[in-house]
């Protein structure tokens, strides 16, 4: 994988691009879910109450989150006996099954109760596959990075998810310019789910095509299951203090990504159109920002950065949000989401890096996995947490404050981890 420069750049980026394919899928199928929220609430979870009928379906979208842990542990601990690129095929095929589920199960008005159970199977089966998918991905990334440049190239785990971003949103756009808005909510929504699964086979195809990283192939000892569980007890503690690192993470993605057009149009009345061009810009932003942070990361640190980010979150994302809903317009929904963008771009960027380098070598995929996936149990929430705290509180700049909350985790989890000098170090020169 390194003849000359020249071929190795190449070959790395080629990488990068194959391990990669497969986070896009499962961000992909989240984004599209949390975005036609609303319709699939009125095909699978009919209700008299229309904030029933959503809360139904916002918690169907969580609870995939539910099964991340124990996808973590499961998928994790295979990843680190049997390598990280088996492991990445596996997860990637459970998730074309699970996006099937929800693209073709008719509605309940055809097949009754059979609908929304089969939904939620498609969305538990999401879970489990995506409970190890960003760990999988960030580890690899990180094995083969390039020495001094680990944030940078684990910082492309994250841009994955945001040309997801683009891409659903994009294409929720396309819809709204082709598609009257009854035919969207019968039947269009269905579209983008359809698409993913036929570039399935795409992403099979050239994930198959990776190597193993040469770290784990080196590696003489590969543990057993009954090894990896204790070494998870033994480290029980980081693997809790990952998981407040990680919840700043999850709760400002889901937030400003998958809960914006569902924010703009139900809470702001702002139109369906509005709101997705809203959600394309910041997804250009977080592309934009994630290599920056990663890249500065690998120079100053991973330390300064997360406590930066998540200090000035706990100061400004509930003021903008006020500001925000004060007198919602497309420009201020723009200008709010773009700065939590930067916030959450540049804490993410040093995050991922910064947890990947936290957990022993021989378990690393489990652990990164099992401390991202406790995180989503809290931020993955976060659409179905943002609507009732707007519902039985009345103040529709609540969100903002959840994400307050969440950045307080990361400051205390950051401390915590970044307690003593050798901890600093190792994170500096990694």
């Known amino acids: 994988m390194n003849p000359v420069i020249d071929g190795h750049q190449e070959s790395k980026f080629r990488t990068v691009f194959r391990v990669v394919s497969g986070n896009f899928l499962e961000m992909f199928d989240f984004t599209v879910y949390a975005y036609y929220a609303s319709a699939i609430a009125r095909t699978f979870f009919p209700a008299d109450n229309e904030f029933v009928s959503l809360l139904l379906a916002l918690s169907v979208f969580g609870a995939g989150f539910i099964m991340r842990p124990i996808g973590a542990l499961v998928l994790g601990a295979y990843i680190d006996r049997h390598g990280r690129r088996k492991g990445l095929i596996l997860s990637l095929a459970l998730m074309a099954v699970g996006t099937a589920c929800v693209a073709f199960v008719p509605g309940y008005a055809s097949i ?75 039947w269009g929504w269905r579209v983008p789910f359809i698409i993913g699964c036929l570039i399935v086979p795409f992403l099979l195809v050239i994930r198959r095509t990776l190597r193993e990283t040469d770290e784990f192939a080196a590696r003489k000892h590969h543990p057993r299951i009954g090894e990896i569980m204790k070494s998870m007890i033994d480290n029980a503690g980081l693997i809790l203090a990952g998981m407040g690192l990680v919840i700043m993470t999850t709760v400002s993605f889901y937030l400003i990504t998958t809960y914006t057009p569902t924010f703009g149009k139900s809470v702001l009345h702002l139109s369906s159109l509005d709101s997705l061009l809203v959600t394309v810009c910041v997804g250009v932003s977080n592309l934009i920002w994630l290599p920056v942070s990663g890249a500065i990361s690998d120079r ?59 957990m022993p070598a021989h378990v690393r995929t489990t652990g990164f996995s099992m401390a991202y996936s406790l995180a989503t149990l809290v931020g993955g929430f976060t659409p179905a947490i943002s609507t009732s705290l707007i519902h039985f509180t009345g103040n529709k700049a609540a969100p903002g404050a959840w994400m307050g909350v969440a950045a307080l985790c990361g400051t205390v989890a950051t401390l915590v981890l970044y307690r003593s000098r050798h901890a600093r170090n190792a994170y500096k020169t990694a």
Do not use: K
Not at 311 to 317: D, G, N, P, Y
Not at 342 to 348: D, E, K, Q, V
């Open 300 to 358: 100053v640190g991973r330390r300064p950065i997360l406590l930066l980010f998540t200090v000035l979150t706990m100061l400004t994302a509930y003021p903008a949000m006020q500001w925000l809903v004060a007198s919602p317009s497309f420009e201020r929904l723009l200008l709010v989401q773009l700065w939590l963008s930067l916030l959450y771009a540049w804490y993410n960027g040093a995050m991922v890096v910064a947890l990947t380098e936290l």
């Open 112 to 186: 009754g109760l059979v609908a929304p159970v089969v939904v939620l199977i498609g969305r538990l089966m999401q879970g489990f596959s995506a409970g190890v998918e960003l760990g999988g991905v960030s580890v690899y990334l990180a094995e083969i990075a390039t020495p001094g440049r680990r944030g940078f190239f684990c910082s492309w785990q994250s841009g994955s998810q945001q040309v997801a971003v683009i891409f659903a949103a994009s294409l929720g756009v396309l819809l709204n310019q082709f598609l009257p808005a009854d035919q969207i909510s019968a």
